[in-house]
């Protein structure tokens, strides 16, 4: 529960100088202005936070997770991939309130318009691609192959936050509590099904006892 603290600190402290027109806003907006450099290949990362490409990836790892569950014969297999459904449900239901509460206005870049606080496209991303490596985790025997996958949503994560950044549709408050946002989902989705974040997630043989500190 510790690991809530940070994320939902960081959260408050950026949302409350957003709704205040605090001094990080000055700060925000000329670090935008370094930034934004509309270019196709921002877009094409950005877009990789769209519903329509993150959610897909999701279903099929939770659809995997859920066979690979029900085949081995796993208690409860239909735990994981339904908490990972709900905590995608979340992110709407979440930011759509704070969108309109905060009501802030885009980027130059972007047509005017307000509600772009937070960044959807980044919790959707941080959800879709966390989640569903949580889920992949465990079913993975080899720690290279864990580690390409960790490495492989971080990638698409920092993806779609550079693309969104560099195109201008955020700035870089709107992407940072994004992330606060999403790791507060993917933090409760780990402690529900029981594999905490950056523990040994590896599956174990029923009535098999741990390998001692010596054996691979």
Same mark, same amino acid.
């Given at each position: 529960m510790l690991l809530l603290g940070p994320p939902v600190l960081l959260f408050a402290l950026i949302t409350w100088q957003i709704v205040v027109d605090g001094p990080l806003v000055g700060l925000d907006e000329r670090?935008?202005?370094a930034l934004v450099h509309p270019d196709r290949a921002s877009e094409v990362l950005a877009d990789l936070g769209n519903v329509e490409v993150a959610v897909p990836a999701?279903?099929?790892?939770?659809?995997? #997770? #859920?066979w690979h569950g029900r085949a081995a014969g796993t208690d409860r297999w239909w735990l994981a991939?339904?908490?990972?459904?709900?905590?995608?449900?979340? %992110?709407?239901?979440?930011?759509v309130p704070l969108k309109a509460?905060? $009501?802030r206005p885009g980027t130059p870049a972007v047509?005017? @318009?307000?509600? !772009? !606080? +937070? &960044?959807?496209?980044? %919790?959707? =991303?941080?959800?879709?691609?966390?989640? @569903? @490596?949580?889920?992949l985790l465990p079913l993975l025997r080899?720690? =290279?192959v864990r580690r390409a996958l960790v490495l492989l949503c971080a990638a698409l994560v920092a993806a779609v936050s550079f693309g969104l950044v560099r195109r201008g549709y955020h700035w870089p408050? $709107?992407?940072? =509590?994004?992330?606060c946002l999403g790791a507060v989902l993917l933090i409760c989705l780990s402690l529900l099904v029981g594999r905490p974040v950056g523990g $040994? &997630?590896?599956?174990? &043989? =029923?009535? %098999?006892? $741990? @390998?001692? +500190?010596g054996s691979r």
């Open positions: 670090l935008s202005g999701l279903v099929i790892a939770l659809g995997y #997770a #859920a991939p339904s908490a990972g459904g709900v905590a995608m449900v979340l %992110v709407p239901v979440l930011v509460w905060t $009501d047509p005017p @318009a307000v509600g !772009y !606080y +937070p &960044s959807g496209h980044t %919790v959707t =991303a941080v959800v879709a691609y966390g989640a @569903a @490596a949580l889920l080899s720690a =290279a408050l $709107d992407v940072a =509590a994004g992330w $040994d &997630s590896r599956p174990r &043989s =029923a009535g %098999v006892p $741990d @390998a001692g +500190p």
